[in-house]
């Protein structure tokens, strides 16, 4: 079955601090890729997506996210985390109108 | 800006008991989606609606079932609530292609069946 995967369930990290989380699919072919967002007590949004050209994107609040074909990856950055990135993140694929979401990460950032 | 609204935040109902959850988009999209969010779990599509009086179940369909009568309204109905769909459940809304187009959430309904 097609999945999404995302390794870290929890994060915990200080202020200042580089972000990375992990998204791996196992979709074949063109894929269509988002991160979405959850920020406490609010409803999920749109951080980024990529669909075709540079595979570097970059979305709101600083965040950009990296598309590597060969790995089945899109991992999502930010170099420095503010306290008030402190959400749930959620990487999701599409392909042939089937989207599929990952289990989320949780990102604590410590002020 | 879209505005995807559902009926209730908060609900508690009892085992055995009928129940809708109602979610209502204002942006004219053709589908709209139901999902649970359970922890450690992230998001299941139970079913979604691609046209009015359309339905399609997803990957956790059994135990609900769902109305589209109208293009800016879809309904989640458990018809007979148990213990293990105490959840949060998400309503969506995208364009019609939805390998290009966002979905559109709602703040959620956290129901909790005793």
């Known amino acids: 079955a097609q999945s999404v995967s995302q390794h870290n369930h929890h994060v915990i990290l200080s202020e200042a601090a580089s972000l990375e989380l992990g998204c791996n699919y196992s979709y074949g072919g063109t894929v269509n890729l988002f991160w979405y967002v959850q920020y406490p007590g609010q409803h999920l949004q749109l951080l980024l997506k990529?669909?075709?050209?540079?595979?570097l994107v970059k979305g709101i609040k600083g965040f950009e996210a990296e598309f590597i074909k060969s790995k089945f990856s899109f991992n999502l950055r930010k170099p420095s985390v503010q306290w008030s990135d402190t959400a749930e993140y959620f990487c999701a694929v599409t392909r042939n109108n089937d989207m599929r979401f990952g289990a989320g990460t949780r990102l604590t950032v410590k002020p | 800006d879209v505005k995807v609204t559902q009926s209730s935040r908060y609900l508690v109902k009892r085992t055995g008991e009928k129940v809708f959850l109602e979610c209502v988009q204002d942006m004219d999209h053709e589908n709209m989606f139901w999902y649970r969010q359970d922890p450690g779990l992230g998001l299941r599509l139970i079913y979604f609606?691609?046209?009015?009086?359309?339905?399609e179940k997803g990957d956790i369909p059994e135990g609900y079932s769902v109305s589209r009568e109208k293009k800016e309204r879809f309904s989640l109905i458990l018809e007979s609530a148990s213990t293990n769909q105490t959840s949060m459940y998400l309503c969506?809304?995208?364009?019609?292609?939805?390998?290009?187009?966002?979905?559109?959430f709602g703040p959620g309904t956290r129901l909790t069946v005793l």
């Open positions: 969506a809304s995208s364009l019609r292609d939805t390998s290009y187009n966002e979905q559109f």
């Open positions: 609606s691609y046209d009015v009086k359309m339905k």
């Open positions: 990529y669909f075709s050209g540079d595979p």
